[in-house]
Every structure is written in C-alpha cells, then in structure tokens.
C-alpha cells in the first residue's frame, strides 16, 4: 500500500532503530525512535507532523524509548527501558507524569519494552527482564503482577509485548520461549499461541515467478 521515512538519519522523516508503533483515534501513528531517542508523530497519509524527546533521566526525559500505546483520551505511554520507567504525554507531547524505578519490587521495571492499554485504560507493561507483566491505573497506581520466570504454562523469559483485546484478555509476546501466551483479565494462564510459518500473497507471487527460489 506504500510506505514512509527517509531510510536511517535524524531527519524529521527519518528514523535509528524504530520500534513500535500505535495510532490515536484521530489516526495519527506514533512511533518509538529508539537510537534517535524520540517519538516521531505522523498522520495517516504519512506527513510527519512533530517529533519530541530529550535524553537523560531527568523528568520527562528518556533514554531508550521501546513500547508504546495510546489510551481512549489519547493519552501516549512510552516505555522508557534504561531509566526503567513508564512516561504518560499528551498527544503534543507535554509531559503528564512518570513511574517506576530499577528493581523488582511492585511498580519497579528492570528494562520494561512493550506497553499496552485495555478498555478501560488501565496499561500493561511487559517487564522484559523481571519476566511478568504488571498493570497500572492510568495515573500508574500499581494494581497487579502476572507471571514468573520459567518455560511453563504462565511463565515467561524476557516477555517483549503485550496487548489486550476487547474481552481483556492478555496476548503476550514470550520472545525468550518463542511463543504467545493468551492470559485471562485476571491474569490466569488460558492457552499458548504458536505460529506456523506461512507465506504473503507478494512473496506467493515472486515465488510463482521465481521457483527455484523457494528452498
């Protein structure tokens, strides 16, 4: 359907390592500049529209910006993984608030990647090095930790993303085991989700055209 960005730069237009994305109800697409240490903001024609971001650990500054979500007020979270912490802004990108520190306590991340927001706006946090997702109210009141380190049912290594359906339940990226585990609102294991490689219908054509390269 098309594309956009100006290949690997710091342009407005370009990126270093983009790594997730989300829209907000007027379709605007947010995504985390990891290694250019900002949010870049673009419409749904891709036009870029602003950019913010300063390094550091002071308030409202990042280091490291991995997941990112938006709430139904369009509310954006970003998790920033190396001040371990989660960042709430606007849609302007006026800082609103920040919680969690280094550690494995509740509320505490230890590099927190993927982020997710239910229907009620309460947002999850996969909290890669800890091995569990916790959840927050939207002003980052602690409310609930799922999972532990392990290969079992339940259990994660270095889970990397997190979402959650219109049921609340939980989809989450288990990257160190190599699956998705599908978790109950309460948190409770419900089924691992494993995939099985398939083919696009672009690549079904190239391959159709080109036999000798499927292998």
Do not use: C
Not at 133 to 141: C, E, M
């Amino acid at each position: 359907l098309g594309e956009f960005g100006d290949g690997s730069g710091s342009g407005d237009t370009q990126f270093k390592w983009p790594v997730a994305m989300a829209f907000d109800s007027q379709g605007r697409l947010y995504i985390t500049d990891e290694l250019n240490q900002r949010i870049s903001v673009f419409d749904s024609s891709g036009t870029f529209l602003r950019k913010w971001g300063d390094v550091g650990s002071g308030e409202g500054e990042i280091d490291g910006p991995s997941g990112i979500a938006v709430d139904s007020e369009d509310n954006v979270y970003v998790a920033d993984q190396n001040n371990h912490r989660i960042h709430k802004f606007t849609t302007e990108g006026r800082h609103l608030l920040q919680w969690g520190s280094e550690g494995d306590g509740e509320g505490q991340f230890n590099l927190p990647w993927g982020v997710g927001v239910d229907s009620s706006d309460n947002v999850y946090v996969a909290d890669w090095r800890n091995d569990r997702i916790q959840k927050f109210t939207p002003d980052g009141t602690f409310l609930a930790s799922f999972g532990e380190s392990g290969t079992g049912d339940g259990q994660f290594h270095r889970p990397s993303g997190v979402a959650i359906d219109p049921d609340g339940y939980l989809y989450v990226a288990d990257w160190g085991n190599e699956r998705v585990q599908v978790l109950r609102p309460d948190g409770g294991f419900q089924q691992v989700l494993r995939g099985q490689a398939t083919v696009s219908k672009w690549a079904q054509e190239f391959f159709d055209v080109n036999p000798d390269e499927w292998t």
